[in-house]
């Protein structure tokens, strides 16, 4: 009897429970080729991988929270997220002393966007409206924002903004290449969305909650291992 009572002591200590699942938040916002959803669940795409491959590094499994961009930063102040990836300091206004940055590990390249019939250039008339994605924040292009001479028209996903575009509900839009690439892939020649030119081109980091019971320094060692290794580059090239 003594030896099982041991034999289940031992089962039972920390070093051999199971450890809990890493939380990543998702944006609901995002679009392919970044996330994939089902049936609101993220299913796939550039970051669906990435967080499934760092939370393997360090032994864990991924538990990816599908959350309204606004919710986000809520939920990182009360310490029920692990990791947010694909974020740049210069989008967010809130502090984040519980978590620490990675390193950066891609680019995200704004582009303003318009149809091919469009042959004018945006803020040509004041008041001009410019789809954006709700809660996205455009540093370079708040000054114009604040002066009136364009405004918001917000979509609730990067995907709806260029379905808006397409539509005719406005001449031009913010989109990230990615998504207009992926975008325009289901597109006939005469009907793809085009570039007029780069907006901004931001690195993009994760943050890694500061906590003991988050492996902080193993995620932060293995962004960077991924990089060293050819990692990064070859998850965004199964979406090219």
Not at 19 to 41: C, D, H, I, K, N
Not at 120 to 128: A, K, M, N, Q, V
Request: aromatic content about 8%.
């Amino acid at each position: 009897m003594r030896l099982f009572a041991a034999i289940l002591l031992l089962l039972c200590h920390p070093t051999f429970a199971a450890e809990r699942a890493l939380r990543f938040s998702v944006t609901e916002s995002w679009a392919m080729p970044l996330m994939r959803y089902e049936q609101g669940q993220a299913a796939g795409g550039i970051l669906y991988d990435l967080h499934k491959r760092l939370a393997q590094k360090v032994g864990r499994r991924a538990e990816q929270l599908v959350l309204p961009r606004q919710r986000v930063q809520q939920i990182l102040e009360r310490g029920e997220i692990d990791v947010r990836c694909y974020v740049n300091p210069a989008w967010v206004k809130e502090s984040h002393y519980q978590y620490i940055w990675s390193l950066p590990f891609m680019v995200q390249r704004d582009l303003i966007v318009t149809r091919q019939s469009e042959n004018t250039l945006p803020g040509s008339h004041s008041g001009e409206r410019i789809g954006t994605v709700l809660g996205f924040i455009y540093p370079t292009l708040e000054p114009q924002i604040a002066s009136g001479l364009v405004q918001r028209d917000d979509a609730r996903t990067q995907e709806q903004v260029l379905e808006k575009l397409e539509a005719g509900r406005y001449r031009f839009a913010v989109s990230n290449q990615l998504t207009l690439d992926w975008f325009n892939r289901r597109q006939q020649q005469e009907q793809r969305l085009r570039p007029l030119g780069e907006l901004a081109a931001d690195l993009v980091s994760c943050l890694v909650r500061d906590e003991p019971d988050v492996p902080t320094q193993k995620l932060l060692r293995a962004m960077v291992q991924m990089r060293q290794d050819g990692e990064f580059d070859a998850i965004l090239a199964r979406y090219r």
